[in-house]
């Protein structure tokens, strides 16, 4: 079994067309995702690229994104753990 990262390196452009596209504000993804609403900001504007496990999984499940997708991911990251 592979062991899950420490964490995740994402891409902040995708995550805020995704957010736009479900038509979520920043806010209402961020409390979704249990994450501040200034981290979210500082992950879609570059200024973070890196998300522990729970964050990312919260936050890719605010998206709607299914538990396999990789879309939020920058491509050097290697695919994350199916659960």
Known sequence: MEATPGTYQVNGAEIRKLRMKAGLSTAEA???????????NHLENGYRTRMRPGSYTRLRTALGLP??????????EDPPEKR
């Open 30 to 40: 961020a409390k979704d995702a249990l994450i501040s609403e200034r981290y979210l």
């Open 67 to 76: 538990a396999d997708s990789t879309q939020i991911l920058l491509p050097s």
